[in-house]
């Protein structure tokens, strides 16, 4: 089959890309504003008519706003003098004074100070149109008592708190109090009676905190007063029975214990440097001459004079026995003497010992001494310090006793005082006035959030309407559904098209009786230049184009429900042609329902069925056009016929269609829908191509996708889709080019009418 719709040039197929790019998306979501458009402006013009309805009815509220502050210099100035142990104030002090503000007890302190029970705004309705229709309800279901003075309250006190505002001003220590009310004078008021009554109220909270405070003060002194001297005389009597005596604040074992242990540790370090010394001394005498640094360190005159000596004789034996030799009566005279120089070292060593291991002997016996002493003194001190621990016990009672006592006694003196001068943290920086402006309801506001409203409402309409929109509107749905191209697009047209029509017909046999609408199956040929006409001369020309591949000459109309146009599309189609100058002839095959019969020749006697049951010949049974000179077979009589499809799929049948190939450029078959009946697939032997006609945003696509699927030997040969009785305004928003450009501005520049 020849797509004639094919996109094979550059153009066309850069269009296809064009779709697949990544502004297809956004693209889509503009067309379907386009597409509903007139829904998305009803929905939001009813929105904001709706929201200007209500800012004329609404009753105007005013808000007055007072500011509180927590005063931390006062806190601080205060706080030594408060008895309860006020902290520093932080968020979640301020937190918590918020809440406070938002209690019940402020609200109704306020509303008893300012008799709001006989107020009517917050005993009645809420005002305005809204209010006295809930007025009215109310009233029908009430049973007539009058309200207590416990109702009264409870309702002023829930539309108290629905007009009040409570909040914080940042992290500041700010509140700010704020109220709502349709008289500003009222409004402010009752903003500055609530920060009264918080202030009120936080000084009777502390008055009678700081008097309980006294009164129980006052009795826990005198429990105490007497716990601590209790605790004070079991104290001193435990010191008397156990011989305990201080001195400068620390017990007498104790300072021996420390002076003892001190003089150990010194004798031990004596000790320690006599045995060092001694060591020293016995490494020396290893020697056989001590060294000049020995000699230096052990201090004694002695033994460095005979080293000295020693030396000077070794440095003159050195050299006479290196000049005379070592036999020589000097050298060995020289040797001799450094022989008694060494003993006497060694005797001046000996006795430099006797005296260093004197010396440790010593300190060995003292630091023994002190030893025996502290383990003396230590057994005396693990007897005192076992009564130690019930003194410190003792001790411990009488100093807590006496600190509790001081405690609460100074206590109790700040309460006496705090009790003529109570002070709050909170007082008013600004208090509230009158407003000059309405704060409820905003206009922009209302207006701002009807706009948007309605347009997130009407597009989600519009997404709605488009997802429930299951049927076939532009060219794009026919060929991206069903595979086929879309080869014309006819409009509606409206009834009575061409006055007079109907005489024109019966002139040449044809008549109008039976069709509510007769001048539509002439409309080409009244109405040349119009829309429609153009549409199905699109029809034509593809036709034309397609017999370049095959023959073409027979053309079968069909449709998957009735009443979509498709007899209207086949008249017209076949008087086109007619009126260019072919040879056509229009058969209705619709044996079922011969509306085309009816409508064009009612009062045929013979038609399709008498030639093909051979019972009438083929000229007898045509009716020709005058002015176009269609020819037209009518069905014939069907009434008695049960097998409709069995006439058509014939050998006799398809004689007739050889038959009319033979005398006529064009056979056009009118056949019947689809989907009640199956006789369009028994034609697909002898018809060359299809004409599908579906109803413009009415036949469901799924109803069409089924049929074609369902019918291969039909799709083989669809020449393709007629989108029929579309309406021109709507397509518009759908396929602009089907719309603005074609129908009006490009279309009229041919002379082509509505």
């Known amino acids: 089959m020849l797509q004639v719709n094919k996109p094979s040039s550059e153009i066309n197929r850069s269009y296809s890309e064009a779709e697949n790019s990544p502004m297809e998306t956004l693209t889509s979501y503009v067309e379907i504003i386009r597409r509903q458009f007139p829904t998305i402006v009803a929905i939001v013009s009813a929105c904001v008519i709706l929201a200007v309805l209500y800012l004329f009815t609404a009753a105007p509220q005013f808000t007055s706003t007072a500011s509180m502050v927590i005063d931390t210099r006062k806190v601080q100035l205060f706080q030594q003098q408060s008895v309860l142990g006020d902290v520093a104030v932080d968020s979640a002090t301020v937190e918590t004074q918020v809440e406070i503000l938002k209690s019940e007890n402020i609200s109704l302190a306020v509303i008893r100070d300012q008799r709001l029970i006989e107020d009517p705004e917050f005993t009645g309705s809420g005002g305005g149109v809204l209010g006295s229709i809930l007025d009215f309800v109310g009233g029908l279901f009430s049973d007539g008592h009058a309200s207590s003075e416990f109702e009264q309250t409870r309702k002023a006190l829930e539309r108290f708190e629905k007009n009040r505002t409570i909040k914080r001003l940042g992290l500041t220590y700010v509140m700010e109090i704020g109220y709502t009310s349709k008289d500003p004078a009222k409004a402010a008021k009752i903003a500055n009676a609530i920060a009264d009554a918080y202030i009120v109220d936080q000084l009777e909270a502390k008055y009678q905190a700081t008097r309980r405070a006294s009164v129980w003060l006052q009795d826990r002194i005198k429990e105490l007063r007497t716990q601590a001297s209790a605790a004070q005389k079991a104290v001193v009597d435990f010191k008397t029975s156990n011989n305990i005596v201080?001195?400068?604040?620390?017990?007498?074992?104790?300072?021996?214990?420390?002076?003892?242990?001190?003089?150990?540790?010194?004798?031990?370090?004596?000790?320690?440097?006599?045995?060092?010394?001694?060591?020293?001394?016995?490494?020396?005498?290893?020697?056989?001459?001590?060294?000049?640094?020995?000699?230096?360190?052990?201090?004694?005159?002695?033994?460095?004079?005979?080293?000295?000596?020693?030396?000077?004789?070794?440095?003159?034996?050195?050299?006479?026995?290196?000049?005379?030799?070592?036999?020589?009566?000097?050298?060995?005279?020289?040797?001799?003497?450094?022989?008694?120089?060494?003993?006497?070292?060694?005797?001046?060593?000996?006795?430099?010992?006797?005296?260093?291991?004197?010396?440790?002997?010593?300190?060995?016996?003292?630091?023994?001494?002190?030893?025996?002493?502290?383990?003396?003194?230590?057994?005396?001190?693990?007897?005192?310090?076992?009564?130690?621990?019930?003194?410190?016990?003792?001790?411990?009672?009488?100093?807590?006793?006496?600190?509790?006592?001081?405690?609460?006694?100074?206590?109790?003196?700040?309460?006496?005082?705090?009790?003529?001068?109570?002070?709050?943290?909170?007082?008013?920086?600004?208090?509230?006035?009158?407003?000059?402006?309405?704060?409820?309801?905003?206009?922009?506001?209302?207006?701002?959030?009807?706009?948007?409203?309605?347009?997130?409402?009407?597009?989600?309409?519009?997404?709605?309407?488009?997802?429930?929109?299951?049927?076939?509107?532009?060219?794009?749905?026919?060929?991206?559904?069903?595979?086929?191209?879309?080869?014309?697009?006819?409009?509606?047209?409206?009834?009575?098209?061409?006055?007079?029509?109907?005489?024109?017909?019966?002139?040449?046999?044809?008549?109008?009786?039976?069709?509510?609408?007769?001048?539509?199956?002439?409309?080409?040929?009244?109405?040349?230049?119009?829309?429609?006409?153009?549409?199905?001369?699109?029809?034509?020309?593809?036709i034309d184009l397609n017999s370049i591949v095959r023959e073409n000459r027979v053309l079968a109309t069909t449709s998957t429900l009735p009443n979509e146009g498709k007899s209207t599309l086949s008249t017209n189609l076949a008087q086109l042609i007619a009126h260019g100058g072919a040879r056509v002839i229009l058969v209705d095959a619709d044996l079922r329902n011969p509306s085309l019969s009816r409508a064009l020749v009612p009062d045929a006697r013979i038609g399709l069925v008498d030639v093909v049951a051979q019972k009438a010949r083929l000229e007898d049974a045509l009716v020709v056009d005058p002015q176009t000179k269609l020819s037209i077979l009518p069905a014939g009589t069907t009434s008695k016929l049960l097998h409709t499809n069995e006439i058509l799929a014939s050998k006799a049948m398809h004689a007739l269609v050889t038959q009319l190939r033979a005398q006529f450029d064009y056979v056009v078959l009118d056949m019947p829908p689809m989907a009640p009946v199956v006789d369009v697939r028994v034609t697909s032997s002898f018809v060359d191509s299809y004409v599908f006609v579906v109803e413009w945003g009415k036949t469901k696509i799924d109803v069409v996708r089924h049929n074609l699927r369902g019918s291969p030997e039909i799709q083989d040969k669809l020449l393709g889709i007629v989108l029929n009785k579309a309406d021109t305004k709507a397509l518009a928003r759908y396929e602009s080019y089907h719309g603005r450009y074609y129908y009006q501005k490009y279309y009229a520049r041919y002379g082509y009418v509505e």
């Open 246 to 542: 201080d001195t400068g604040g620390r017990l007498m074992n104790e300072q021996q214990l420390a002076e003892v242990n001190s003089q150990l540790i010194m004798a031990h370090a004596a000790t320690a440097e006599a045995k060092a010394r001694l060591d020293r001394m016995n490494d020396i005498q290893k020697q056989e001459i001590p060294d000049a640094n020995v000699a230096d360190a052990l201090k004694n005159d002695t033994i460095v004079k005979l080293r000295g000596q020693y030396v000077d004789m070794a440095s003159k034996e050195s050299i006479w026995s290196m000049k005379y030799g070592s036999d020589h009566l000097a050298a060995v005279n020289l040797r001799r003497q450094m022989a008694e120089i060494k003993k006497n070292i060694e005797d001046e060593l000996k006795r430099i010992q006797q005296s260093y291991k004197s010396d440790y002997d010593i300190a060995m016996t003292r630091e023994e001494s002190i030893k025996s002493s502290l383990a003396n003194v230590v057994s005396e001190s693990q007897l005192t310090n076992q009564a130690q621990v019930a003194l410190r016990e003792l001790e411990s009672n009488a100093q807590s006793y006496q600190a509790m006592y001081d405690n609460f006694l100074q206590r109790y003196m700040e309460s006496v005082q705090q009790q003529s001068f109570p002070i709050t943290e909170a007082r008013v920086i600004s208090a509230a006035t009158s407003p000059l402006k309405k704060s409820y309801p905003k206009s922009l506001l209302v207006l701002a959030a009807s706009l948007f409203g309605g347009l997130v409402l009407a597009f989600g309409a519009a997404m709605a309407r488009e997802l429930t929109d299951k049927v076939f509107r532009t060219t794009g749905q026919v060929e991206e559904v069903l595979g086929a191209n879309c080869i014309a697009i006819l409009p509606a047209l409206g009834p009575a098209a061409a006055p007079g029509l109907g005489e024109r017909m019966r002139s040449g046999k044809l008549t109008s009786k039976g069709n509510p609408q007769p001048d539509l199956l002439r409309y080409v040929v009244d109405n040349p230049l119009s829309r429609f006409a153009e549409a199905v001369r699109s029809v034509k020309v593809a």
